[in-house]
């Protein structure tokens, strides 16, 4: 009798500790070198080829080898500036669309073997491998099919050269993590000289299929990107924005790289897509790929880094930032400092998972093996899930006091599939369930942003999935609020806008150049400032007393009272930044609607991205009539080039009703364009 109870005890517990069966997989599943490159999240690309010379985004393909001379090129800065930041890789363009090769290829003339760069000697992909390596940052190649040097472009005997190149750079330089296929194909060129438009049908002439079948043979662990995949897709934009739903399925076979209306129609996936090809978002540090000296103010700043990086990584999608590297072949010091910032900033609002100090309880459990604590125990192989049949699931979290927080993230496990369509997050307030956020899709990594909440229990609702939920991790975090000052605006009238940066944060300002606290005024609404001031501002974190650094802004006479006869002339004085008059006559005309004593003025340069028409040089005029005018300054606008920024000129104080200002020579020769006029006062 006891040995049979013994051995009904003994049955009961081997039975228990039985790891339940897992879930089957719903298709389509990645493969074992996309599981391992999702992991890496974070990598970056390096633009660095015959454009950074030729200060260029696209070269024609007729440059000369002898153009391509850096005067420091240090790969291992790059990969420590990668590896510092937290990436997890390199990509090269070891040949753009201009065709220029940064590799000693035996099959062209077109490359570093005929430039000064260390005599002809040197092999930048070999360089940049063994620096990878070094900093242990995996290493990739961006390859660009189209190629406007190549006199054979077009011809089949050019996908021999392809495929040749992709050979050696498969061969030589050790794993290769990404093979990356641009999409942007055909076009005018060189050509070898033929200086003439190529037109290719970009579905066959490349002959995928083989070009693909070599890159597995060659390189078996590495993902290869284009539109269309195989392994990796393009995310649709050059933003770094991947789509709130994210699917990494794809309908594979209706893709091809380059074709039209791929953004909108494939780049966010689909349900029911068939082959696993997850979404990279790509985007550059800088307005453009490569680097250019007037974008050297313009690196992305912080707000921008983040608001990428909680699109991408945190919308199931890997992120690929650039650096344009510069002619000295360096990453400039301003990307330095700004992937920095970010790096810094992701890691701050990452430090503390919150979740692991509650105790889960979930709706149901699979059985042994996938309890829902697997969600908190920071091991993205183990993950609860439920009993077959049912496409929803809850998970509630009780944290026994009260937690601040406003961060969520999510993984599924994606080597059974993606499957959550749908999910809510509430808090518990008193005996309700109030909704805090809510999303569509997971897939490797989800993180949703709210405004601060308080509460001591909260809960994971998943509304439908394709199957069976099969979560890997949760997260609950409470980033610390962006410090940032509050951003200025002013518009016509003169009304001054301070723009908090984050929701929570108070603003307060001074407006006799004094330092601001919280004893100053607190915006709360746009306010009239309509003579010389010196305005100072804060942005204050109520909760915690934290203080921003302030941003003093100098304004001027208010605009209110402005004409000008000039077509579109309102343009130069809306205090709009981006809007920008063109005066075929290189000369405007500003009625001030009353005398005042002037001290100066300022002229802001056209702020596009491809901008002509910068005044070099003017001559600056008043009038009492607008009929007869005095020259009281006249100059040049140095660097204006490089740096457009406001150009702040002082004269002896003198009065007057009217003001012109004349180019009399412009940077490019083009029309003189102005995007706004200021006058000083004081
Ligand atoms: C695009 C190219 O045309 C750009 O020059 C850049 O290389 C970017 C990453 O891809 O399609
Ligand atoms: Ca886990």
């Known amino acids: 009798m006891r040995n049979t109870l013994w051995f009904v005890l003994l049955l009961s517990l081997s039975f228990c500790s039985e790891k339940a069966a897992p879930p089957s997989p719903v298709l389509p599943v990645p493969e074992p070198r996309q599981i391992a490159w999702q992991e890496l999240e974070f990598y970056g690309f390096v633009h660095f080829n015959m454009n950074t010379f030729s200060d ?35 990509i090269i363009t070891a040949k753009h669309h201009d065709g220029f090769v940064l590799w000693p290829s035996e099959y062209t003339e077109h490359s570093i073997k005929n430039s000064p760069w260390k005599d002809g000697k040197g092999d930048l992909i070999k360089e940049l491998a063994e620096a990878c390596e070094e900093y242990g940052l995996k290493f990739g190649i961006y390859y ?10 077009g011809k089949p005997e050019y996908i ?17 993590f990404e093979v990356w296929f641009d999409g942007a194909n055909g076009g005018d060129g060189y050509y070898g000289g033929a200086n003439e438009v190529r037109k290719v ?17 060659l390189q078996p662990g590495a993902m290869m990107f284009s539109d269309a995949g195989p392994d990796v897709r393009w995310v649709g934009n050059e933003h770094g924005f991947a789509y709130e739903t994210t ?29 696993w090809v997850p979404a990279e978002s790509d985007v550059s540090i800088r307005p453009g790929w490569y680097y250019h000296k007037y974008e050297d103010h313009k690196v992305k700043t ?12 945190g919308r199931n999608s890997s992120l690929l930032i650039n650096f344009p590297v510069d002619t000295r072949g360096l990453i400039h010091e301003n990307d330095v400092d700004a992937i920095m910032k970010l790096a810094n900033k992701v890691k701050e609002d990452f430090a503390n998972n919150l979740a692991p100090q509650a105790s889960a309880t979930a709706s149901e459990e699979r059985g042994t093996g996938y309890e829902v604590e697997n969600i908190l125990d920071g091991d993205y192989e183990t993950y609860w899930s439920t009993s077959d049949g049912g496409k929803t699931g809850e998970i509630s979290l009780d944290f026994g006091n009260e937690i601040t927080f406003n961060r969520l993230l999510l993984q599924e496990y994606t080597p059974l599939g993606q499957r959550v369509k749908s999910f809510v997050l509430e808090m518990k307030n008193k005996d309700s369930w109030e909704k805090i956020a809510e999303g569509t ?37 409470n980033a610390p609020k962006l410090m940032l000052p509050p951003a200025y605006s002013r518009n016509k009238a003169g009304e001054i806008t301070l723009a908090r940066p984050e929701t929570g944060l108070e603003v307060y300002y001074t407006l006799d150049g004094s330092a601001p606290s919280t004893e100053s005024s607190r915006y709360t609404a746009p306010f009239l400032v309509d003579k010389a001031s010196t305005i100072k501002a804060i942005s204050v974190n109520p909760e915690s007393g934290e203080k921003s650094e302030s941003i003093t802004i100098e304004v001027d006479l208010a605009k209110a009272k402005w004409t000008t006869d000039q077509e579109n002339g309102e343009r130069l004085m809306d205090e709009n930044r981006h809007s920008y008059l063109t005066s075929n006559s290189n000369r405007v005309t500003i009625d001030l609607g009353e005398e005042v004593k002037l001290t100066g003025f300022t002229y802001l340069p056209m702020q596009a991205r491809y901008p002509s028409g910068f005044i070099t040089n003017y001559v600056f005029e008043v009038s009492s009539d607008g009929r007869n005018f005095q020259q009281v300054a006249a100059g040049e606008f140095s660097n204006i080039v490089n740096s457009p920024i406001e150009q702040l000129i002082h004269f002896d104080a003198v009065k007057g009703k009217f003001i012109r200002l004349t180019a009399t020579k412009t940077a490019d020769g083009n029309a003189a364009t102005f995007a706004e006029i200021g006058v000083l006062t004081k």
């Open 56 to 90: 260029r985004e696209w070269g024609f393909g007729d440059e000369k080898p002898e153009m391509f001379n850096p005067t420091d090129l240090q790969p291992r800065q790059w990969a420590q500036v990668a590896a510092e930041a937290g990436m997890k890789g390199l």
């Open 144 to 153: 660009s099919p189209w190629d406007r040097n190549h006199p054979d472009y």
């Open 160 to 176: 021999t050269y392809m495929r040749n190149q992709l050979t050696e750079l498969l061969t030589n330089y050790g794993d290769i």
């Open 201 to 217: 049908d970009k579905k066959t002439y490349y002959d995928w299929p083989s070009v693909h079948a070599l890159v597995r043979e």
């Open 247 to 275: 699917w990494s399925n794809l309908m594979r076979d209706s893709v091809y790289a380059g074709m039209p209306g791929y953004p909108e129609k494939y780049a966010s996936g689909q349900e029911n897509g068939t082959h």
């Open 302 to 313: 912080l707000p921008e880094l983040l608001e990428i990086y909680y699109k991408s990584i």
């Open 441 to 477: 899709t997971i897939g490797y990594k989800r993180i949703l942003r709210f405004p601060d909440v308080t509460a001591s229990a909260l809960r994971i609702r998943i509304t439908d999935s394709k199957d069976i939920p099969v979560i890997s991790e949760l997260g609950i975090y």
